[in-house]
């Protein structure tokens, strides 16, 4: 019995500091329209077509044949990279059914799903329903969304985050359905099954929390490391995991690298930096995590990527029409829920002068600098929206965020980090300021 969870399709492509999926086989559109068939209306039929393509997925439109009006409704495949077998489908699709079930978030209808490549595809694949709309990227940049629709926008999403950060759970994880009858036939999931935590949800008993499935503990070598994947109970704890399988990912590149001639001294000090960096995080997490305070812990759902490209919106009315992409969408902190979507971040901006209450329109003829700082400007207002629907911005979570950036910036900044994580051992302020004369500030928190 294999006990290692089978990656069909899929290959790692190693840089120095990233790691890229690739697919090597790619899914068949024939056979995906013929398994989409099977759960579609049997008195249409559908005509498939490429729709777009991620990092992890191949997407597929299927559209009634002959409906030149658009009437009718159509579809997509949803068909995945193995990055994360079982794990991130049944989680998508439980989230998927939760928040339909308990929000007024417009998101996809999920027709039927396999979270298993035990199919004619070879593919794990969700079917589910295409909602309508565009994406905001489309719009964002364009003079026609003008600065009233980008308020009322920003409010809506304000809402469906509070929604999402209404309730309340005891672990940090994933979502997943409370049946799970592949654990029964898929041989490796059956050897795994044991050390595999799910603990159903006391008010909602179709749904379970389980273990973490979001990029950092899956991508290149870290399913084979299995460093623990919760459910977690403390911020504490999924982060010292997390920075455990920091180390041990790392310690295995520069292992790999010190036996491939193309690689120098260099590049072995690099990975030598970032396990440096990630030692002084490990040592300096109680200092923003202390025990005494992971008993009062609450976790909530956290859409991570709500970006121009996942906000769907009607291109007429400019008001939401769906929100997509809720692969690896996780239970969070509450220090991590409570931000501004993707789309409003950016640096704080004081160049002087006074901050207007609305966002000023493009100024024709205005040089790249000035265009940026009207931009950031009405970043940094729409954000302002954002946190008064919110009931403002939350202030007491700002330490546990700004240990969260410096692990992101091990990668970049390993020496940074490594000195700023022993300043703090030391009694340095940990918090960053600002520079004279620039006008762009990033708090970090």
């Known amino acids: 019995m294999s006990s290692k969870p089978p990656q069909h399709g899929l290959e790692w492509t190693y840089e120095l500091f990233d790691v890229i999926p690739s697919w090597t086989v790619e899914p068949d559109m024939a056979v995906a329209k013929a398994i989409a068939a099977r759960h579609l209306p049997v008195t249409t039929s559908y005509e498939i077509r490429s729709f777009s393509a991620g990092a992890f997925n191949r997407l597929f439109l299927l559209h009634p044949q002959g409906d030149a ?10 068909v995945s990279l193995p990055v994360d077998p079982y794990f991130k489908t049944a989680s998508e699709v439980a989230t998927l059914q939760f928040v339909r079930k308990n929000t007024s978030i417009p998101v996809p209808r999920v027709i039927a799903f396999d979270s298993s490549a035990d199919n004619d595809l ?16 489309s719009l964002w940049e364009s003079p026609e969304l003008v600065w009233e629709s980008r308020a009322q926008l920003t409010r809506t ?6 929604q999402l950060t209404s309730f309340k759970f005891p672990l940090m994880g994933n979502l997943y359905p409370s049946k799970r009858p592949e654990f029964e036939r898929i041989a490796w999931l059956k050897h795994f099954s044991s050390e595999t935590r799910f603990v159903p949800l006391p008010d909602e ?4 929390m389980g273990p973490v499935t979001t990029i950092p503990f899956f991508y290149g070598d870290r399913l084979e490391l299995r460093n623990g994947r919760g459910a977690f109970e403390t911020s504490s704890s999924y982060l010292t995991s997390l920075l455990h399988l920091h180390i041990s990912s790392t310690t295995n590149r520069k292992i790999a690298a010190s036996a491939n001639d193309e690689c120098d001294e260099d590049d072995i000090s ?20 202390p025990p005494e305070a992971s008993h009062t812990e609450t976790f909530s759902l956290f859409h991570d990527d709500l970006s ?9 009315t400019h008001r939401i029409t769906g929100i997509v992409d809720w692969e690896c969408v996780s239970l969070q902190p509450s220090w991590e829920v409570v931000r501004v979507p993707q789309l409003l971040e950016g640096p704080e901006v004081d160049d002087g002068s006074p901050i207007p209450d609305v966002a000023l329109p493009p100024e024709e003829g205005a040089d790249e600098f000035h265009t940026e700082l009207r931009d950031r400007h009405e970043q940094m207002l729409l954000r302002r929206i ?18 969260e950036n410096k692990m992101q910036q091990v990668d970049l900044r390993p020496t ?9 051992l030391q009694g340095a302020d940990p918090f960053p300021t600002k520079m004279e004369g620039d006008p762009y500030f990033w708090p970090e928190n």
């Open 270 to 289: 690099e990975f030598e930096d970032a396990i440096s960096a990630y030692e002084s995080l490990l040592s300096v997490l109680p200092f923003f995590f």
């Open 386 to 403: 954002f946190y008064d629907e919110m009931g403002g911005k939350p202030k007491h979570e700002s330490r546990e965020r700004l240990f």
């Open 416 to 424: 940074a980090v490594r000195n700023w994580a022993n300043g703090v």
């Open 69 to 78: 009006s658009r009437t009718l409704e159509s579809f997509i495949m949803r």
């Open 157 to 162: 999403l304000a809402g469906y985050v509070e």
């Open 308 to 316: 121009t490209n996942n906000i769907l919106i009607d291109p007429t």
């Open 205 to 208: 008993p179709e749904f379970a």
């Open 122 to 137: 070879g593919f794990e694949w969700i079917l589910m329903t295409k909602l309508p709309g565009v994406a905001l990227k």
